[in-house]
């Protein structure tokens, strides 16, 4: 039973338009959440994060989205660059509680 | 530099042999964590760690064993009991405090059991 999940296994762009990355999830305590970069053969790297008692958060081209109401978070990345391919993973941890990280959504940024 | 390590990069063993993967850090975080990645899915939870001497199971522990004896150090060994060990693991470390604050995470370990 997936607690967070990434429906889109990837996902194309145009370099210089908007990538919308989605996660969902299902526990209601999760209050903390997490984007994260991950390069082939390297660990994750930690983009943006946003507690619940946000809607947005934003550092530079990246923008995080909460929507409490409907369990769902997004990452929006503009303009996409071809940096940016990689896979992305969300995770959401709740208070005292470890993280949980989504299956993941493989980003290609095509020049 | 501060930052967590983890050697080595690609380890191949035999079925039947443990194996031991390194994780070291220098952040003086607290908290330590061992997660395994299989094609498709998400970071699991192997073991985790809040505090020296002390660790927890995380969701998938079977098979494997950790051990906390220094605040820098959080090795993972894999045994002969665990089923499917071919996997790619990820140590990475927090600072004590709560949920907020991201984890930091090493290089990775890919490990080949054949």
């Known amino acids: 039973d997936q607690q967070v999940k990434q429906n889109s296994p990837s996902l194309s762009v145009q370099e210089g338009r908007i990538s919308i990355l989605n996660c969902d999830y299902t526990?209601?305590?999760?209050?903390?959440f997490l984007w994260y970069k991950k390069y082939p053969a390297e660990g994750p790297t930690f983009l943006i994060s946003?507690?619940?008692?946000?809607d947005k958060n934003e550092d530079g081209r990246f923008t995080v989205f909460l929507n409490k109401s409907a369990k769902h978070l997004s990452l929006h990345i503009v303009p996409s660059q071809p940096g940016d391919s990689a896979v992305y993973f969300c995770?959401?941890?709740?208070?005292?509680?470890?993280?949980?990280f989504g299956p993941g959504t493989r980003l290609s940024v095509l020049p | 530099d501060g930052g967590i390590t983890q050697s080595p990069k690609y380890l191949f063993r035999k079925e039947g042999q443990n194996v031991t993967l390194s994780c070291e850090q220098n952040?003086?975080?607290?908290?330590m964590y061992w997660y395994r990645q299989d094609p498709g899915q998400g970071l699991r939870l192997i073991y985790y760690?809040?505090?020296?001497?002390?660790?927890q199971k995380g969701d998938i522990a079977e098979g494997y064993s950790v051990s906390r004896e220094k605040k820098e150090s959080f090795p993972l060994t894999v045994t002969s009991a665990q089923k499917n060990p071919t996997a790619f693991y990820l140590c990475?470390?927090?600072?004590?405090?709560?949920?907020?604050?991201?984890?930091?995470f090493g290089p990775g370990t890919r490990l080949t059991v054949t």
């Open positions: 990475a470390s927090k600072s004590a405090g709560g949920a907020a604050g991201e984890q930091y």
């Open positions: 995770a959401a941890s709740g208070l005292g509680q470890n993280f949980v």
């Open positions: 760690s809040q505090i020296v001497n002390d660790f």
């Open positions: 946003i507690s619940s008692i946000k």
């Open positions: 952040l003086n975080h607290d908290a």
């Open positions: 526990n209601s305590m999760f209050d903390y």
